[in-house]
């Protein structure tokens, strides 16, 4: 077992390389290949949350310490994919957005 934090900054590094690889390659393939390696860190990331919650702050508090860590990780997503959205209307391009 290498324990939840770990596995988190495992998941974050593989999702960063994944978001630099959509960068240089505009085929379908590459982007169903980059979309997977993103998504299984993702699947790693998530649950990694929890048990770290678990294992650093008092069992009476975390359920709500999950809850505001998971509602500020949607949050994030669905603003980022809006302010990407924004960035290519005004750019013409993604390319700014994962800079």
Known sequence: RIGAVRTLLLGSVLQCLSLLFYIPFDGLASLYVVSLVFGLSQGGIVPCYAIIIRDYMPAREAGQRVGIVM????????VGGWMSGWIYDLTGSYAAAFL
């Open 71 to 78: 509602m500020a990780t949607i949050f994030g997503m669905a």
